[in-house]
């Protein structure tokens, strides 16, 4: 089956711990998203790949990492320089270059100890 | 203000009623529009994706763009409880462009 994964479903951070999330597809698309959902706000962006090796900057990018070594995985990193971290994570994927749109994964949910 | 404006909700509709939904938007650079749903702890389902102004119908669903007012709508037919959830519009202004999300309406339809 053809799709985006995330992992692990729930995280917990510990103070001062830094956390990576995992986020894989299989959809052979060039771009690839994260995004920070709490309640009551939209999707904010944390960070953008449109290729390999390459990021941007999302709107809110302070306290958090990426890296882009292979054209499916995107992790991201929670340093433990994001004081707020408990939000759900979304990471979604699309092609470049065309009328395309975004497919999400699942989500990942990060809570605080 | 915000660049992608929709009313939170929740909106609760009997099953059988149509449901509407609707964003505004301020940025008139925006050409792609999309509607998301959201299940509770989910991800979000592409539902519908738009480009330029017009309607487009798929089923129960039919998307609604209106450049001029910087309005689009989502109408769902026929509603089933199954519909409860969080309906999300998004747009940009080209495929390379960044996405900008609306906060997301609840929707609950009652048996």
């Known amino acids: 089956d053809g799709g985006i994964t995330q992992s692990p479903k729930y995280l917990f951070r510990k103070e001062g711990q830094n956390v990576t999330l995992s986020c894989e597809q299989n959809l052979n698309h060039d771009a690839m998203y994260w995004y920070r959902q709490d309640p009551g706000q939209g999707l904010r962006l944390i960070y953008y790949?449109?290729?390999?090796?390459?990021?941007q900057k999302g709107d809110i990018a302070e306290g958090y990492s990426v890296s882009r070594e292979k054209k499916e995985s995107f992790p991201l990193t929670v340093t433990s320089a994001q004081k707020n971290p408990t939000a759900f994570y979304l990471c979604a994927s699309k092609r470049t270059g065309s009328q395309e749109t975004q497919y999400f994964g699942p989500g990942t949910r990060l809570l605080v100890l | 203000q915000k660049e992608v404006e929709q009313d939170p909700g929740p909106l609760s509709v009997p099953e059988g009623a149509i449901v509407s939904l609707n964003c505004t938007y301020s940025?008139?650079?925006?050409?792609?529009f999309m509607w998301y749903r959201q299940y509770s702890r989910k991800g979000p389902e592409l539902l519908m994706y738009t480009y330029s102004s017009g309607n487009k119908e798929d089923g129960r669903f039919t998307a609604q763009v209106d450049k001029s007012s910087k309005y689009i709508s989502l109408f769902i037919r026929d509603s089933q409880p199954s519909d409860s959830a969080t309906y999300l519009c998004a747009m940009n202004t080209d495929s390379w462009g960044k996405f900008q999300f609306g906060a997301g309406t609840q929707v609950v339809v009652t048996p």
């Open positions: 940025n008139s650079a925006f050409q792609y």
């Open positions: 790949s449109q290729i390999v090796n390459d990021f």
